[in-house]
Each structure stands twice: as structure tokens, then as C-alpha cells.
């Protein structure tokens, strides 16, 4: 790969680490099924693998179900480009949620994040483009219930 085709992959994945954040908040469930390759797996603690786009398709859907307004906050982002169609790389994560419905103005009560962690993260470049080929989550913090 020459610096610029590198520069443009590792470019292209942290896109897609942004690009799952906004899915998942707005309940996207199709947007954010095609952000992964067709044999994909997300990976969270508490939760069997989630694997192929039927499963992650099913997730988003029943997430969004329950009705919590959330936001996924990243940071740190890196990625590396390992091949021309392979790609690490991670980022940090903190999530707020509320179930609760807005006031008047459209806003909730601010709660602590749910989790601050961390995503592993492995891309794979196929005909669509660059995907996710696994994304694993491991918490650092979470609030004790």
C-alpha cells in the first residue's frame, strides 16, 4: 500500500467507527447492519456473539424497541491498516442513556454513563467497501445496581 491508499483505509474505518454510534442512537437498524461484513460478529460482555447480519439486524431492532434514547460518545480512535483489505484498530466509548420520555423542550435528566469502555475493532474490505468484520466490546466502568 502506498502512504495515501493506507492513509484513505485507516480514513474510511474510523468512519465507520463514528457511523455506528449515529446508527445505533437513531435506531437505524438497516444503516447500521450495512456498516458490517455479511459474516460480521459484535461482541459484548453479558451477551452471546451476535453474528451475521440477520443477528445484528435482530439486536439494533430490539434495542431500539425498548425505547431508551441513548448516545454513544467515542474517542481515542486508531486504526491501522495491516493489508490493502484488512484493517485494527479500536476506540474509547461512553454511553448515556435515559428510558425516560423528553420534556416540553425536547430534553432528560442527564444519568451516569452506563459504560465507559473500550471496542476492538477489525475491518475487512469487500465489494461494498470497508466493513466491520468484528467489533468487541470489554467494559472498565459500569454503575453497580
Same mark, same amino acid.
Given at each position: 500500500? @502506498?502512504?495515501?491508499?493506507?492513509?484513505?483505509?485507516?480514513?474510511?474505518?474510523?468512519?465507520?467507527?463514528?457511523?455506528? @454510534?449515529?446508527?445505533?442512537?437513531?435506531?437505524?437498524?438497516?444503516?447500521?447492519?450495512?456498516?458490517?461484513?455479511?459474516?460480521?460478529?459484535?461482541?459484548?460482555?453479558?451477551?452471546?456473539? #451476535?453474528?451475521?447480519?440477520?443477528?445484528?439486524?435482530?439486536?439494533?431492532?430490539?434495542?431500539?424497541? @425498548?425505547?431508551? @434514547?441513548?448516545?454513544?460518545?467515542? *474517542?481515542?480512535?486508531?486504526? *491501522?491498516?495491516?493489508?490493502?483489505?484488512?484493517?485494527?484498530?479500536?476506540?474509547?466509548?461512553? +454511553? #448515556?442513556?435515559?428510558?425516560?420520555?423528553?420534556?416540553?423542550?425536547?430534553?432528560?435528566?442527564?444519568?451516569?454513563?452506563?459504560?465507559?469502555?473500550?471496542?476492538?475493532?477489525? #475491518?475487512?474490505?469487500?465489494?461494498?467497501?470497508?466493513? #466491520?468484520?468484528?467489533?468487541?466490546? *470489554?467494559? +472498565?466502568?459500569?454503575?453497580?445496581?
Amino acid at each position: 500500500m @502506498t502512504p495515501i491508499e493506507r492513509m484513505l483505509a485507516e480514513r474510511e474505518c474510523e468512519k465507520l467507527q463514528v457511523a455506528y @454510534t449515529l446508527t445505533a442512537d437513531r435506531g437505524d437498524a438497516d444503516g447500521f447492519t450495512a456498516l458490517f461484513a455479511e459474516d460480521a460478529s459484535i461482541i459484548i460482555p453479558e451477551y452471546p456473539p #451476535f453474528t451475521g447480519h440477520a443477528a445484528i439486524h435482530a439486536s439494533l431492532v430490539a434495542l431500539a424497541g @425498548t425505547g431508551m @434514547t441513548m448516545r454513544h460518545v467515542i *474517542t481515542n480512535q486508531h486504526v *491501522t491498516a495491516t493489508g490493502p483489505d484488512t484493517a485494527e484498530g479500536g476506540c474509547y466509548l461512553i +454511553v #448515556f442513556n435515559n428510558p425516560d420520555p423528553a420534556d416540553a423542550n425536547g430534553i432528560r435528566d442527564v444519568r451516569l454513563p452506563s459504560t465507559v469502555g473500550e471496542y476492538a475493532d477489525r #475491518f475487512i474490505r469487500n465489494a461494498a467497501g470497508w466493513r #466491520f468484520r468484528e467489533r468487541r466490546l *470489554t467494559r +472498565v466502568f459500569r454503575p453497580r445496581v
